[in-house]
């Protein structure tokens, strides 16, 4: 009867904690500012901002000082490319240079007086390309149209000298490529920019998101509550049932903005979409444990519900770069990668991208779940301390303040 009667004590203060958090965030429209704007606003923005994915047609300016029939044939096939669009020529490289300080073009292809005599030769025949750097999709335009069009150009030319010092010599030479190379695009088969880096900017989204709803709830909790209307304090004597009721009821309140952010923006911007539903959202669990963990350690810093905006900026481009999708993991210092694996992020981004681009299920991720779950523990450990022995005796100090000051206030 004891164990029943505790049990049944302990379900009472969870879902009172729960109901009453779940009031408080309803009431608080910085609360609702992050759980409704932040997921459903920004991955649709950084989507089309993104979009397109390849960029297509970019005009070039080309300055021929050779003027010949190869000259002109190299112009032709960069023109015929998807990746360039040869508008003009220009007299000379000033001209040409005004031209794209205008963005009246993006690139500039000089072709050197006697190339094709070079050529003809036997001898390199160099074109300099100059490309505007203000977006990397342009460059790679740039570099996969020449680099295709140089290929084949030095192909048939090198063909027709066997065929110069042997008649009908390339016939029996095998003139094509011997060991082919089939670049299949895991994930990614457009090879585009968005495709590439929105699904783990959507988990990031949604972890800064998490972090972030924690840390100003903090915040409200040391409001004086005669300023905002109502008392923002919300604890039962069991600091581990107050931090299970507020997170089951911060993870009812994101259930929706979740399924927005891991199912339906990457179905409505086409991006690819390999996983089971239910394998992926089993993979987030721990995920939303590990980061409801780290908002309640950022409660100790959170003063002020506008103090979680400094986090966000400081937070987001540092979890940005240790994701491991700007920069690989293998390629940092022991230092920033002991800083990464620390960072529930990091490890849902890789779980994520695998399972739901590459088709991944979750004993393919194994490290990965596995370390969400470890780090769930040890940040709600962490978590605990702080709320027990910094974030709770400073609210009832907080409290018993704003008590006195309204009491003042109401006896004069």
Not at 370 to 378: G, N, Q, S
Request: glycine share 8%; aromatic share 12%; with cysteine.
């Amino acid at each position: 009867m004891k164990v029943f009667h505790y049990i049944r004590n302990a379900v009472s203060q969870l879902f009172r904690v729960y109901c009453r958090e779940f009031t408080l965030v309803i009431h608080d429209p910085g609360l609702l500012l992050f759980i409704v704007f932040l997921p459903f606003a920004y991955p649709v923005i950084y989507s089309l901002i993104y979009n397109p994915e390849i960029v297509r047609d970019v005009k070039m300016v080309v300055v021929d000082h050779d003027r010949t029939p190869l000259s002109r044939e190299l112009t032709r096939r960069l023109d015929a490319t998807q990746g360039a669009w040869v508008t003009g020529y220009a007299a000379d490289l000033g001209e040409a240079k005004r031209a794209m300080h205008s963005h009246d073009c993006y690139a500039i292809l000089e072709i050197p007086e006697g190339f094709q005599r070079k050529v003809d030769g036997g001898e390199t025949g160099n074109a300099v390309m100059y490309c505007e750097m203000s977006l990397l999709l342009r460059y790679k335009a740039f570099l996969m149209a020449a680099t295709d069009v140089m290929l084949d150009m030095g192909g048939e030319l090198q063909k027709r000298k066997i065929d110069d010092a042997l008649p009908m010599g390339s016939s029996y030479i095998s003139d094509g490529d011997l060991l082919p190379i089939h670049n299949v695009a895991m994930g990614n088969i457009e090879s585009g920019f968005d495709s590439f880096i929105m699904p783990a900017i959507v988990v990031l989204i949604l972890h800064q998101c998490i972090v972030l709803v924690l840390g100003m709830s903090g915040g409200a909790k040391r409001e004086k509550a005669y300023l905002i209307g109502y008392d923002p304090y919300n604890a039962v004597r069991s600091v581990g049932l107050t931090m299970a009721g507020q997170t089951l009821c911060y993870m009812t309140l994101l259930f929706l903005p979740m399924i927005f952010l891991l199912h339906y923006v990457p179905l409505i911007f086409a991006f690819p979409m390999e996983s089971d539903i239910v394998a992926l959202f089993a993979f987030m669990l721990p995920f939303f444990i590990a980061a409801a963990g780290v908002g309640f350690c950022f409660q100790a810093f959170v003063w002020e519900r506008e103090s979680v905006f400094v986090l966000w900026v400081v937070t987001s481009v540092a979890f940005l770069f240790l994701s491991g999708i700007t920069w690989p993991l293998y390629g940092m210092s022991p230092l920033w990668k002991g800083l990464a694996y620390c960072l529930p992020s990091t490890w849902g981004v890789e779980g994520f991208v695998r399972m739901h681009t590459n088709g991944a299920t979750i004993a393919q991720v194994s490290d990965a779940y596995t370390m969400l779950w470890i780090l769930a523990a040890v940040y709600m450990a962490l978590g605990y301390c702080v709320q027990r022995w910094i974030v709770r005796p400073q609210t009832l100090a907080a409290r018993r303040g704003a008590n006195v000051v309204r009491a003042a206030i109401e006896g004069r």
